[in-house]
């Protein structure tokens, strides 16, 4: 079987990993600073904070930001549990709008949502593809709303040239073992602001007072990130440039072999944005021949691993379902939801294995 996904690592990792238990510091220290530093530069932001999640990292920004009970998060029902999660987890409501066809947050469907107690917009960059952040921010200014970019699909994209993790207020990144690069699990935040930094940092440690151990300045989470998970994370991001190549070019080579069948989409790629293809995600329209579910079951009996992501939107879940709740506010998250379909596009895919995905899937 083809799988989804592989983590891309090596000796070096290895090695990495090896003189960290040979130092005895395990737990946070010097390389996790390092870490946070090349992650910024990658980022293009000032300052990075290392946490054992992505849900961490997503959970600490909006309690960075002042999120809590009584506030709205406008946010995406099309994405990973963990974006809602961690709105519930500050003790605020997720309210969710409906998506556009790039498969992110649809704007015009946020100004609907705006209510005296919206305090955020979350949006997530989903598949690696950035969401639309002009017309994010621009109703984020009027409104005064924070931006919390979920960037965990999508390190290295850009959006007019501006990297992920940089385009909104605070950024929150996953180092999941399935995402673009990994350190098994861990977490990252991203931003310019110095007191949001200094208010992650914190968090990340039980809010304890930097000038004194054992004094607390409020309440406070253990969201650390071990020196041996870093490690890992410094030699992923030596590999990040030449990972993010192998996914572009094996996307390429899908979109020219694919662009042409009846009924399939493409995803589309506007010139404003570097997408990433954390996820390559085509969508089964009524034209093709097959349902969206042959499709994936064809491929599957083949050995091509292929997924759903995600098969049920956020607002069918009762814990996060809406007050107010009506499908008819939500055509495309209905629509796009049974269409889509991810075929593996991680960089350890031979070209052999590429060429056999492709035959199989003009073969149909
Ligand atoms: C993976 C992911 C997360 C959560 O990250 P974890 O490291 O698994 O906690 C959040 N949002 C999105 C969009 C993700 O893909």
């Known amino acids: 079987m083809i799988s989804i996904s592989k983590p891309y690592i090596d000796e070096k990792e290895q090695r990495a990993v090896l003189a960290v238990l040979a130092s005895k510091l395990l737990a946070r220290g010097s390389v996790t600073n390092r870490l946070e530093q090349e992650f910024a530069k990658t980022c293009g932001v000032k300052y990075a904070v290392a946490v054992s999640s992505g849900t961490a990292a997503l959970h600490v920004a909006l309690c960075s930001i002042g999120i809590g009970k009584g506030d709205e998060v406008i946010t995406t029902p099309f994405t990973f549990v963990a974006t809602a999660h961690a709105i519930l987890m500050t003790g605020a409501r997720p309210v969710l709008a409906d998506i556009d066809s790039s498969f992110n947050i649809s704007s015009n469907s946020i100004q609907k949502f705006i209510t ?140 020219l072999a694919f662009k042409s069948i009846k009924g399939l989409i493409i995803p589309d790629n506007p010139k404003e944005v570097e997408h990433v293809y954390h996820q390559y995600t085509l969508r089964v329209t009524a034209e093709y021949k097959l349902s969206r579910d042959g499709f994936v079951s064809q491929l599957n009996s083949k050995g091509i691993m292929a997924r759903i992501y995600y098969p049920k939107p956020l607002y069918y879940f009762s814990h996060i379902k809406p007050e107010k709740f009506n499908v008819r506010d939500y055509p495309n998250t209905e629509k796009l939801c049974g269409e889509v379909v991810s075929i593996p596009v991680h960089p350890g895919l031979t070209h052999d294995e590429t060429t056999y995905i492709i035959e199989t899937i003009r073969n149909l």
Request: one cysteine or more; hydrophobic letters at 35%; a positive charge.
């Open 116 to 255: 005296k107690k919206t305090k955020a917009i979350l949006a997530v960059d989903l598949y690696g593809r950035p969401a639309d952040y002009v017309s994010i921010k621009a109703i984020a200014a009027k409104h005064k709303l924070y931006v919390v970019e979920d960037a965990a699909q999508a390190i290295g994209s850009t959006y007019q040239k501006k990297k992920a993790g940089g385009l909104g207020d605070i950024g929150c990144f996953s180092l999941y073992a399935t995402k673009n690069i990994t350190t098994g699990e861990g977490g990252m935040i991203t931003t310019n602001d110095k007191a949001l930094y200094q208010k992650c940092q914190l968090l990340r440690h039980h809010s304890q007072d930097p000038g004194k151990s054992y004094e607390y300045l409020g309440l406070g989470f253990n969201y650390e990130i071990t020196d041996l998970a870093s490690a890992i994370g410094i030699e992923q991001l030596k590999k990040l440039r030449s990972i993010t190549k192998k996914r572009i070019s094996i996307a390429k080579k899908y979109n």
